[in-house]
């Protein structure tokens, strides 16, 4: 039960930092997503990512916040095996099916919805 209610409240951290910044500071979602995406990438870079993922399993490792951690941690282990080029041959490697799975999906939804004008 307290590993369900670290994931519980450090989910519903990440989301509450995100509905304030629609909130308070007036956020676009897009502006947000970016956000939340570098703070996960700079966290990861830092180490602290990571730890949080170990604490708090999906509740640190499902919100978007996540998908920045793993961009580092795919550059972070190219450059590591490769070198300054390892950085860009595995950027992706670990997100490229998420981003795949994105950009089919949307594309399947265009065809069958119009959007609002």
């Known amino acids: ?5 670290m994931v519980f409240v450090v989910g519903g951290v990440i989301c509450l930092i995100g509905q ?4 308070i500071w007036n956020l676009t979602p897009a502006h947000t997503m970016c ?6 990438a700079v966290l990861g870079g830092l ?7 170990d604490w708090a ?5 499902l ?14 282990s190219g450059a590591r095996e490769n070198g300054f080029w390892g950085i860009f041959n595995n950027l992706l490697k670990t997100t490229s ?6 950009i089919i999906w949307g594309f399947i939804a265009a065809l069958f919805f119009k959007p609002k004008s």
């Open 1 to 5: 039960m307290p590993q369900l209610l």
């Open 35 to 40: 956000v939340l995406v570098v703070a996960g």
């Open 20 to 23: 304030l910044m629609f909130d």
């Open 97 to 102: 099916a998420g981003i795949s799975a994105a």
């Open 57 to 61: 399993g999906a509740g640190a490792s």
């Open 47 to 53: 180490g602290i990512y990571p730890l949080l993922v």
């Open 63 to 76: 919100p978007i916040s996540s998908f920045g951690n793993s961009l580092v941690e795919s550059a972070l």
